[in-house]
């Protein structure tokens, strides 16, 4: 039994090692002998073993030859679209035709030799061959990624077709040379058209101003490339008269949409004038804007010719350029009708401006609070007559703009602490009877929109006569972010001239810290 155990197991693999080497051979399908060699006589008394070839091989003549190896060319698809169908359609080098299967049967299927995508996903597809007696199979597999279309975007695994969007070019009868205009657009699906100039020569366009350049046609063109959601807009242009500014009328042409130049006298009355007022609460001066007065003329011409008063005019008005529109939305604006033409100075619109009571909206201070802006630099005015249609009792109708919005990206001078109205010793003519009150707080010189950290939440007011110590009925309080910007306004009964008041502001939140203020007024002839 010792002997069995040890002697079976060799020669079960010295059958096999036999069988191995004899077709195990040639790489290229060459004969192979049957012989052991091993010199060591035939077990099968002379009768030849049958031939056993591998796996890989195949028998052909007594002879074991290896099986062709089948390759395929790399397929033609990477990327499909969801909801698209494809042909598959493949042989191999052997001219054998190959099978294809879904892995991922979620993402892309295959029926009757057609891929389908059917969600976006990375689909993997198995890629078989059988082979034949004389050609090894095959086995393969790719990967084809299902996205959704260009004109689509994936939403909760959904593909979505993108928003269309359209571009309205604006409309601008003409600017003038030396000039600078405020323009902006945005497209149908409200996202921001890039303008570009096609004419330099005589106009350019930059973070938002077109400029006057030269005498000469100026066009521009309007792109909107599109994002993740919205598709890109058609491009659109517009060409318009660069004009000379020195070889323009002063008067308006009604007619024919040319707001004219505004007088020179009227230029220092309104720079004298608004400085005058920023003085009186301790504010810098301004300088006077040239560049944006043709700006704040088509603005004011808008007003004029259709007798309306508005920060957003419609494109059907008459005389209607986009131009004076964004003028509009960037400057404090005044409309009335006047027996005599040119009779409405500068100085009678700066103090209705001030103390406010006039304006359109019941208890708003903007204008004022946007005047007495520390920030405010400079600024430009625009004021243009047009006949009235509107009201035969008033043969003139007046518009006036002047410029109040800009970047406020400068620090300022003005002193730390309440820029209120009215403060100090204060000058009857620009004060109305029943004026709103109003206090902004300046507590940050460098940063405009720093200022925004003051809270009025839990503020108290108290005004009190200084000569009889009677404490005023503080109405109407109101707060909210604007001009400085941030303000608090209020009322009190009885507001009585060459009379000093002391004011107190308390428990003001600036930066979460409570604060007062405190400081007196005087409304007087002095």
């Known amino acids: 039994m010792m002997i069995s155990r040890s002697f079976m197991p060799s020669v079960l693999m010295m059958a096999i090692s036999t069988v191995m080497v004899g077709c195990g051979g040639g790489g290229s399908g060459g004969d192979s002998s049957s012989s052991n060699g091993g010199g060591t006589g035939n077990p099968d008394n002379g009768n030849p073993k049958p031939v056993t070839c591998a796996e890989s091989q195949y028998l052909e003549e007594g002879v074991c030859k290896n099986k062709a190896v089948q390759n395929i060319q790399a397929f033609p698809l990477s990327n499909l679209i969801q909801g698209h169908s494809y042909p598959l359609s493949l042989q191999t080098d052997q001219g054998l035709a190959v099978t294809f299967s879904s892995n991922t049967p979620n993402i892309c299927s295959v029926s009757d030799g057609e891929l389908k995508a059917l969600n976006v996903g990375q689909c993997t597809l198995a890629l078989t061959q059988l082979g034949t007696e004389k050609v090894l199979p095959l086995n393969s597999s790719m990967t084809v990624n299902v996205t959704c279309a260009a004109e689509q975007y994936l939403e909760k695994n959904v593909c979505v077709n993108k928003l269309k969007q359209t571009i309205t070019p604006l409309k601008i009868k003409y600017i003038l040379t030396e000039s600078i205009y405020s323009l902006e657009a945005e497209s149908s699906a409200k996202l ?49 008269d660069v004009f000379k500014a020195s070889s323009m009328s002063d008067a308006p042409d009604i007619n024919n949409c040319y707001a004219g130049k505004l007088s020179a006298k009227f230029r220092t009355e309104f720079l004298n004038e608004l400085n005058t007022v920023r003085a009186l609460h301790g504010l810098p001066s301004i300088t006077y804007d040239y560049a944006r007065e043709d700006e704040m003329m088509q ?47 500068p100085a009678e619109s700066i103090t209705n401006m001030v103390h406010d009571k006039l304006n359109l909206f019941a208890g708003d201070v903007g204008h004022r609070l946007w005047m007495l802006n520390p920030f405010l630099q400079k600024s430009a005015y625009g004021s243009v007559n047009a006949p009235s249609f509107k009201d035969s009792r008033f043969p003139y109708v007046i518009g006036t703009s002047y410029k109040v919005v800009y970047p406020f990206d400068n620090p300022t001078t003005a002193p730390l602490g309440v820029v209120a109205y009215p403060y100090h010793n204060y000058p009857a003519k620009y004060y109305m009877a029943g004026s709103i009150l109003s206090i902004s707080v300046l507590t940050d010189q460098k940063n405009f929109f720093a200022n925004r950290n003051v809270d009025y939440a839990k503020a108290t007011v108290v005004v009190t006569e200084r000569s009889s110590g009677a404490k005023q009925k503080i109405s109407n309080i109101r707060y909210e972010n604007i001009g400085v910007p941030n303000h608090i306004q209020f009322n009190f009964d009885d507001l009585k001239k060459n009379v000093i008041y002391d004011v107190k502001l308390s428990n003001v939140l600036v930066n979460g810290q409570p604060k007062e203020y405190s400081y007196w007024f005087n409304v007087n002839d002095r």
């Open 192 to 240: 921001p058209v890039t303008i570009s100039s096609l004419s330099t020569v005589t106009c350019t366009y930059s973070n938002g101003e077109l400029k006057g350049i030269s005498a000469g046609v100026c066009t521009l063109k309007f792109t909107q490339e599109g994002d993740a959601k919205t598709l890109a807009a058609e491009s659109q242009s517009i060409s318009f």
């Open 299 to 345: 603005t004011a011409l808008i007003l004029a010719t259709n007798n309306i008063l508005t920060h957003y005019p419609e494109v059907n008005t008459n005389c209607y350029s986009d131009i004076g529109a964004v003028g509009a939305r960037t400057s404090s604006l005044e409309m009335g009708v006047r027996q005599n033409k040119n009779d409405y100075s």
